[in-house]
């Protein structure tokens, strides 16, 4: 909580950012259910219309309100970034950490899984990869948080290493503490400020990358909406309604731009290394 | 330099007693006379330390203290001191080890002793205190949580017991507003505050012996004058084996009753501290006296 307060009175474009953030999150959670009409319901005779008091943000190619389809697709586009973003976290972070505490041949062997998952093509792996385990948001998420996992990785892994030969470390070995207990309760804080900061802009990454992924038809098929795909179906009538896209456009540029700012002002308010700031200073 | 001849050591019959242990053989010039009398709390005879290649650091060093007594060690880096002071905690960097001498902490005999031995008499019977205070606690963790941690950890005491020992071991080292410091995080301290939060640490579980190995070097005169006094009273209180190591004569002369002098991995010098300065008869230590005589603000102030 304290940090989110921080964080509030760290500047207006990372205030203007929480809020949409949290009207972000509300569409992520509510959206289908707030959605002023049926995000399915085609009407042929008012396909592409401009913006009126029926439809705020026209209708697309099949006369389906734009602005109930983008409420409707919030979920599928949002939560799916949340989820890949936490794969990648828990796939990540904890093997970049442990990392630092095994045995040569294992850290190997790790940095170079890691280094192989870096060098794949990001696109052509989810396509591979919803071509080997069907074509479903869940398979396109858990792709989605695999690639994302080597930055994670690579982010626990510095800080540990950093921490890892500090005396203090070495004073709580020498007492009997084990690397479990190194790792939870003294690297583990050190190391989750940067982590923090790191779900938050591979969160933005995330719903890019969801983003593009249902904009190539992968994750989730035509009928239902999502932000992706609303963009690609719009690609075809630019001629006729060349403003289309710019709506779930805005609403994905908008939502990674928020993130970015609130990720950058995260990684001032937590300071990784110097987690808290010169209140009052106590002399001897 | 006069109130140093008025330092005595706390069994005054000590020094009169020159036996030797072996009947006959010469005295070694780290021979301390004082075990003969009562039993050390920290020892270490004829320690040598080697690297892996087999090369010595350390040729056969004795070390021993009793209850109460300050030994003060100096030496230039690279003499063997703080090795000698590693190899009595256990914890000798990777690639030494200890090739031969005994070791006994507070007596337990540690000669040869394994990690889980070691850790049974670290912090419960020997403490140790370092230079830079501030690397030794996480920067991220409140003052208060880390001694209430070292307080679970070695002196087993029970975790809602563990503020309160907190504060009443602060308390007792002199330390104000201790409340304020508990909650506290490493930025937030003085380096002199820092060291006497792990002295603090270092006599949680009120251990025999107490190393302060350059614990005083980076801090500024005042505050070292301040937490050498606070040395000097704990060992008085509790009776602490104090082992003091310091490049510095004048902090090893402020504390300590006995000296010894280190050089290249071996004791050069040793005896009660007013008389290896007023009378050195090495001439290292006639070198080391020298320097400071030269250097030291004696001389700009004569």
Same mark, same amino acid.
């Given at each position: 909580?304290?940090?989110?307060?921080?964080?509030?009175?760290?500047?207006?474009?990372?205030?203007?950012?929480?809020?949409?953030?949290?009207?972000?999150?509300?569409?992520a959670?509510?959206g289908?259910?707030?959605?002023?009409?049926?995000?399915?319901?085609?009407?042929?005779?008012?396909?592409?219309?401009?913006?009126?008091?029926a439809?705020?943000?026209?209708?697309?190619?099949?006369?389906?309100?734009?602005?109930?389809?983008?409420?409707?697709?919030?979920?599928?586009s949002l939560?799916?970034? @949340?989820?890949?973003?936490?794969?990648g976290?828990?796939?990540?972070a904890?093997p970049?950490?442990?990392?630092?505490?095994v045995?040569?041949?294992?850290?190997?062997l790790?940095?170079?899984v890691?280094?192989?998952?870096?060098?794949?093509?990001?696109?052509?792996?989810?396509?591979?990869?919803?071509?080997?385990?069907?074509?479903?948001?869940?398979q396109?998420? &858990?792709?989605?948080g695999?690639?994302?996992?080597?930055g994670?990785?690579r982010?626990?892994?510095a800080?540990?290493?950093?921490v890892?030969?500090?005396?203090?470390?070495d004073?709580?070995?020498?007492?009997?503490?084990?690397?479990w207990w190194?790792?939870?309760?003294h690297?583990?804080?050190?190391?989750?400020p940067n982590?923090?900061?790191?779900?938050?802009?591979? &969160?933005? #990454?995330?719903?890019?990358?969801?983003?593009?992924?249902?904009f @190539?038809?992968?994750?989730?098929?035509?009928?239902?909406?999502?932000?992706?795909?609303?963009?690609?179906?719009?690609?075809?009538?630019? #001629?006729?309604?060349?403003? #289309?896209?710019?709506?779930?456009?805005?609403?994905?540029?908008v939502t990674?731009?928020?993130?970015?700012?609130v990720?950058?002002?995260?990684?001032?308010?937590?300071?990784?290394?110097?987690?808290?700031?010169?209140?009052?200073?106590?002399?001897? | 330099?006069?109130?140093?001849? *008025?330092?005595?050591?706390?069994?005054?019959?000590?020094?009169?007693?020159?036996?030797?242990?072996?009947? +006959?053989?010469?005295?070694?010039?780290?021979?301390?006379?004082g075990?003969?009398?009562?039993?050390?709390?920290?020892?270490?005879?004829d320690?040598?330390?080697?690297?892996a290649?087999?090369?010595?650091?350390?040729? +056969?060093?004795s070390?021993?203290?009793?209850?109460?007594?300050?030994?003060g060690?100096? +030496?230039e880096?690279?003499?063997?001191?703080t090795?000698?002071?590693?190899?009595?905690?256990?914890?000798?960097?990777?690639?030494?080890?200890?090739?031969?001498?005994t070791?006994? =902490?507070d +007596? =337990?005999?540690?000669?040869?002793?394994?990690?889980?031995?070691w850790?049974?008499?670290?912090?419960?019977?020997?403490?140790?205190?370092?230079q830079?205070?501030?690397?030794?606690?996480?920067?991220?963790?409140p003052?208060g949580?880390?001694?209430?941690?070292?307080?679970?950890?070695?002196?087993?005491?029970?975790?809602?017991q563990?503020r309160?020992?907190?504060?009443?071991l602060l308390?007792?080292?002199?330390?104000?507003?201790?409340?304020l410091?508990?909650?506290?995080? =490493?930025?937030?301290?003085?380096?002199?505050?820092?060291?006497?939060?792990?002295?603090?640490?270092?006599?949680?579980?009120?251990? !025999?012996?107490?190393?302060?190995?350059?614990?005083t070097t980076?801090l500024?005169?005042?505050? *070292?004058? /301040?937490?050498?006094?606070?040395?000097?009273?704990?060992?008085? /209180?509790?009776?602490?084996?104090?082992?003091?190591?310091?490049?510095?004569?004048a902090?090893?002369? *402020?504390v300590?009753?006995?000296? *010894?002098?280190?050089?290249?991995?071996? =004791?050069? /010098?040793a005896?009660?501290?007013?008389?290896?300065?007023? !009378?050195?008869?090495?001439?290292?230590?006639?070198?080391?006296?020298?320097?400071?005589?030269?250097?030291?603000?004696?001389r700009?102030?004569a």
């Open positions: 909580m304290n940090t989110v307060s921080r964080l509030w009175r760290s500047g207006w474009t990372v205030r203007l950012a929480l809020l949409i953030l949290l009207a972000v999150a509300t569409l959670v509510a289908p259910a707030i959605a002023p009409q049926d995000p399915l319901a085609q009407d042929a005779a008012s396909a592409l219309q401009e913006p009126s008091w439809h705020l943000l026209g209708t697309d190619y099949l006369g389906r309100d734009v602005l109930s389809r983008l409420f409707a697709g919030a979920p599928a939560l799916s970034a @949340l989820a890949a973003a936490a794969i976290l828990v796939l990540g904890l970049g950490a442990l990392s630092a505490f045995p040569r041949v294992g850290e190997w790790a940095l170079r890691v280094d192989a998952l870096l060098a794949l093509p990001f696109i052509l792996f989810a396509i591979v990869f919803a071509a080997l385990l069907g074509n479903g948001l869940p396109a998420t &858990l792709a989605i695999i690639l994302v996992a080597p994670f990785f982010i626990a892994r800080a540990t290493l950093r890892r030969d500090s005396p203090y470390i004073a709580a070995t020498y007492l009997g503490a084990s690397a190194v790792l939870s309760r690297v583990w804080r050190q190391v989750a982590l923090v900061v790191a779900a938050v802009s591979a &969160l933005g #990454g995330a719903l890019l990358a969801v983003a593009s992924l249902t @190539l038809g992968i994750g989730v098929q035509p009928p239902a909406p999502t932000w992706g795909g609303m963009l690609s179906s719009d690609l075809g009538y630019l #001629g006729q309604r060349p403003w #289309g896209p710019l709506a779930p456009a805005l609403a994905i540029v990674v731009g928020a993130l970015n700012v990720a950058d002002a995260a990684r001032d308010v937590l300071g990784a290394d110097a987690p808290a700031r010169q209140k009052e200073a106590v002399r001897v | 330099m006069s109130e140093l001849s *008025q330092i005595t050591a706390p069994a005054p019959t000590a020094d009169a007693v020159s036996v030797s242990p072996h009947g +006959g053989t010469a005295l070694g010039p780290s021979f301390d006379e075990s003969l009398v009562r039993p050390a709390a920290v020892e270490a005879s320690l040598v330390i080697a690297a290649d087999g090369s010595l650091l350390v040729h +056969g060093v070390v021993s203290v009793r209850p109460g007594e300050a030994l060690i100096v +030496g880096s690279g003499s063997g001191k090795l000698t002071c590693r190899a009595l905690l256990g914890i000798l960097p990777p690639g030494l080890s200890v090739t031969g001498g070791v006994r =902490v +007596g =337990v005999d540690l000669t040869g002793a394994g990690e889980r031995e850790r049974d008499v670290r912090g419960t019977r020997i403490g140790a205190v370092f830079d205070p501030a690397s030794y606690l996480n920067p991220a963790m003052i949580a880390q001694l209430e941690e070292t307080l679970r950890v070695t002196a087993r005491v029970p975790r809602r563990a309160e020992r907190a504060r009443e308390d007792d080292l002199g330390i104000r507003r201790v409340d410091v508990l909650r506290q995080r =490493v930025a937030h301290l003085s380096g002199g505050m820092l060291q006497r939060v792990l002295i603090a640490m270092a006599l949680a579980a009120d251990p !025999a012996v107490l190393i302060a190995d350059e614990a980076a500024d005169v005042t505050v *070292q004058a /301040e937490l050498l006094d606070l040395l000097g009273r704990l060992r008085a /209180e509790r009776g602490l084996a104090l082992v003091l190591v310091s490049h510095d004569l902090v090893v002369a *402020q300590c009753e006995r000296v *010894q002098v280190f050089r290249d991995g071996r =004791v050069v /010098e005896g009660a501290t007013s008389r290896v300065l007023r !009378a050195p008869g090495h001439p290292y230590t006639r070198e080391l006296l020298r320097a400071h005589a030269a250097y030291g603000l004696e700009f102030l």
